[in-house]
C-alpha cells in the first residue's frame, strides 16, 4: 500500500480522538482557573469556571459515548491508539474536575467559617 492510500483509509476514529482531547483539555483549564479563582477568593467565579469545566467533560463524554454505542450495535472500529490516549485524557481530567469542585467548596466552606 501507499502511502497516499494509508492517508485515505485515515482511521475514523481520529477526529473523534482529537475532539475527545480538546473537550477533556478545556475542561482541565477552566478547573485551573478556578483554583486560581478561589485562592482569590472568588467564589462565584469559580463555581461559574467550574461549571463551564463540567460541559466541556459532557461534550468529550458524548464523542466517547457515541463510538461505545456504534461498537454496542455491532459497528467495528479499526484500533486506534490516539482513541485509547483520549479515553485516558478523559478519565484523568474527569478526575481532576471532580477534585478540584471538591477543593474550592472545601476552601469556600474554611473562609465562611473563618
Not at 23 to 52: P, V, W, Y
Request: net charge negative; charged share 25%; glycine share 2%.
Amino acid at each position: 500500500m501507499e502511502e497516499t492510500e494509508l492517508l485515505e483509509e485515515e482511521n475514523e476514529l481520529i477526529p473523534v480522538a482529537m475532539q475527545i482531547i480538546l473537550h477533556a483539555g478545556n475542561g482541565r483549564t477552566k478547573a485551573q482557573e478556578a483554583i486560581k479563582f478561589a485562592k482569590l477568593q472568588d467564589f462565584d467565579a469559580a463555581h461559574d469556571a467550574l461549571k463551564e469545566a463540567k460541559e466541556n467533560i459532557v461534550l468529550a463524554h458524548r464523542s466517547q459515548t457515541t463510538i461505545i454505542q456504534n461498537e454496542a450495535a455491532g459497528k467495528s472500529y479499526q484500533p486506534c491508539l490516539l482513541f485509547t490516549h483520549a479515553q485516558d485524557h478523559l478519565m484523568t481530567i474527569t478526575s481532576e474536575v471532580n477534585m478540584t469542585r471538591d477543593l474550592v467548596d472545601m476552601f469556600e466552606l474554611v473562609m465562611k467559617n473563618k
